[in-house]
């Protein structure tokens, strides 16, 4: 769908060149939801205005259904656009606007006769959830509702991919969290690619298929979500996922663990729909082992449900090295951090 190959972008300065986006692949599948999070200065939104060209590459290609954008005349890079809508964390609103005519606005750019243009509006009205708001004016919103109709507006002429520049920094979490799952509910009804910019792991967590982390310009990790928050690589990658997953590191919590002897700490990752109280008690049941539970966590995904379960388990070696493979036999992948 999307493809990205060698993209850099730099700015020269008198002084200095300054390397926004660095050596950059990557590819988007048809229907997915990407993520691409990162710090402030990461180069996260000049990649993403990368996708539509609204900034030139200085290195690299940008294939849109294998079209190379840069290569587009005026008028066929215009067209090419059209099948990529875009939404802002301040909205980009024409305040003198009502809601409808706000959404119609790209319609009359694009000539759409009157007619379509009226049924369209009315489509998207209903689609983002803004039925009985239509007349109002920017204004007259609150900021969950001016970025639904920034979303309406972005979906007016159909396009194939929608990019979403921090389009949640602005809001509170409780409205975030009703973007989010709008966002989600139009991807499973339009199988639209979304694009996603971010600075939150929350956002990743909750609407994402695959995610990439970028430092400096340059993609330092990506992968599908579940296996990033299974197995995050890189430092700020791992500090992301702590935003969420509300776990203490293994070190940090170690630490705090004064075993006696016969003690083990197990890890136990759960990946699907995790039954951890309902594994617990099963091992209780069917081994002699003494178990508590010293903390844990599970994290929603789109892909299913992540979880941790930190144990600590006495007994003989023999008979933990049995409940061990037990585990392993559930599909739970399990490991042995510390013991006496």
Same mark, same amino acid.
């Given at each position: 769908?999307?493809?990205? !190959?060698? *993209?850099?972008?730099?700015?020269?300065?008198?002084?200095?060149?300054?390397?926004?986006?660095?050596?950059?692949?990557?590819? *988007?599948?048809?229907?997915?939801?990407?993520?691409?999070?990162?710090?402030?200065?990461?180069?996260?939104?000049?990649?993403?205005?990368?996708?539509?060209?609204? /900034?030139? %590459?200085?290195?690299?290609?940008?294939?849109?259904?294998?079209?190379?954008?840069?290569?587009?005349?005026?008028?066929?890079?215009?067209?090419?656009?059209?099948?990529?809508?875009?939404?802002?964390?301040?909205? #980009?609103?024409?305040?003198? @606007?009502?809601?409808?005519?706000?959404?119609?606005? %790209?319609?009359?750019?694009?000539?759409?006769?009157?007619?379509?243009?009226?049924?369209?509006? /009315?489509?998207?009205?209903?689609?983002?959830?803004?039925?009985?708001? &239509?007349? #109002?004016? %920017?204004? $007259?919103?609150?900021?969950?509702?001016?970025?639904?109709?920034?979303?309406?507006?972005?979906?007016? #002429?159909?396009?194939?991919?929608?990019?979403?520049? /921090?389009?949640?920094?602005?809001?509170?979490?409780?409205? !975030?969290?009703?973007?989010?799952?709008?966002?989600?509910? *139009?991807?499973?009804?339009?199988?639209?690619?979304?694009?996603?910019?971010?600075?939150?792991?929350?956002?990743?967590?909750? *609407?994402?298929?695959?995610?990439?982390?970028?430092?400096?310009?340059?993609?330092?990790?990506?992968?599908?979500?579940?296996?990033?928050?299974? @197995?995050?690589?890189?430092?700020?990658?791992?500090?992301?996922?702590?935003?969420?997953?509300?776990?203490?590191?293994?070190?940090?919590?170690?630490?705090?663990?004064?075993?006696?002897?016969?003690?083990?700490?197990?890890?136990?990752?759960?990946?699907? #729909?995790?039954? &951890?109280?309902?594994?617990? !008690?099963?091992?209780?049941?069917?081994?002699?082992?003494?178990?508590?539970?010293?903390?844990?966590?599970?994290?929603?995904?789109? $892909?299913?449900?992540?979880?941790?379960?930190?144990?600590?388990?006495?007994?003989?070696? &023999?008979?933990?090295?049995?409940?061990?493979?037990?585990?392993?036999?559930?599909?739970?992948?399990?490991?042995?951090?510390?013991?006496?």
């Amino acid at each position: 769908m999307i493809s990205l !190959t060698g *993209i850099s972008k730099t700015y020269a300065t008198k002084t200095t060149t300054v390397h926004a986006v660095d050596q950059v692949d990557l590819h *988007i599948s048809k229907g997915n939801v990407f993520g691409i999070i990162g710090y402030s200065g990461a180069g996260k939104s000049t990649l993403v205005r990368l996708l539509n060209l609204l /900034e030139r %590459p200085t290195t690299g290609e940008v294939l849109l259904d294998g079209v190379n954008l840069a290569t587009l005349g005026k008028q066929a890079l215009r067209e090419e656009r059209q099948k990529i809508g875009m939404i802002f964390q301040h909205f #980009n609103l024409l305040w003198s @606007r009502t809601v409808k005519e706000n959404i119609s606005f %790209p319609l009359e750019v694009a000539k759409v006769p009157a007619a379509e243009r009226k049924k369209r509006i /009315e489509e998207l009205i209903d689609l983002v959830g803004l039925r009985g708001r &239509e007349n #109002n004016y %920017p204004a $007259q919103l609150s900021g969950g509702q001016k970025q639904r109709v920034g979303i309406a507006r972005a979906l007016a #002429n159909n396009p194939k991919v929608l990019l979403c520049d /921090e389009a949640t920094s602005a809001l509170d979490p409780k409205t !975030t969290d009703s973007i989010l799952d709008l966002l989600t509910d *139009i991807n499973k009804k339009l199988n639209l690619t979304i694009v996603l910019i971010t600075h939150e792991m929350h956002v990743i967590q909750k *609407i994402c298929h695959e995610v990439a982390v970028m430092s400096d310009g340059k993609i330092v990790e990506q992968g599908p979500v579940i296996d990033v928050f299974r @197995r995050p690589k890189e430092a700020m990658t791992k500090e992301f996922v702590k935003q969420v997953a509300h776990v203490q590191s293994d070190e940090l919590m170690l630490d705090d663990v004064t075993l006696s002897e016969g003690e083990q700490i197990f890890a136990l990752t759960f990946i699907g #729909n995790p039954a &951890e109280d309902q594994l617990v !008690t099963e091992l209780i049941r069917s081994f002699p082992i003494d178990i508590s539970i010293l903390q844990g966590n599970i994290s929603k995904l789109q $892909q299913g449900s992540y979880g941790k379960l930190y144990l600590r388990v006495a007994g003989e070696q &023999e008979t933990i090295v049995a409940a061990l493979e037990w585990i392993r036999s559930k599909q739970v992948e399990v490991e042995v951090l510390k013991h006496a």
